[in-house]
Nanobody, 122 residues
């Protein structure tokens, strides 16, 4: 199945850090922009940032300065480094291919796979 699989979630205390990984299944994504999204209980899925094929990054105001997106040059893995985690960051996190023009629009994402749960304890 062609999809992007996010992993690395877990339970962390407020103020802590986690790094998520995004791995493609069935293809490589070196020619795709990659977006990170999250969905909290009872809320819509929201885009929090993305990275272009050339490595340019974009972040939503809610995570700017705390989260960092990166990718390897081989199209095999993208990362989301999350620092200074807050209770409000609790959500299921997903990655998907998305044109950076639509970085924050989940409806534009493709190749969704299973997300990974991040829980921040207050």
């Amino acid at each position: 199945q062609v999809q992007l699989v996010a992993s690395g979630g877990g339970l962390v205390q407020s103020g802590g850090s986690l790094t998520l990984a995004c791995v493609p299944s069935g293809f490589t994504f070196e020619y795709y922009d990659i977006g990170w999204f999250r969905q909290a209980p009872g809320k819509e899925r929201e885009g929090i940032g993305c990275i272009s094929t050339s490595g340019v990054t974009y972040y939503s105001d809610s995570v700017k300065g705390r989260f960092t997106i990166s990718r390897d040059e081989f199209g095999t893995t993208a990362y989301l480094l999350m620092n200074s985690l807050q209770f409000e960051d609790t959500a299921v996190y997903y990655c998907a291919t998305v044109d950076v023009r639509w970085c924050y629009d989940a409806s534009r994402g493709n190749y969704w796979g299973p997300g990974t749960q991040v829980t921040v304890s207050s």
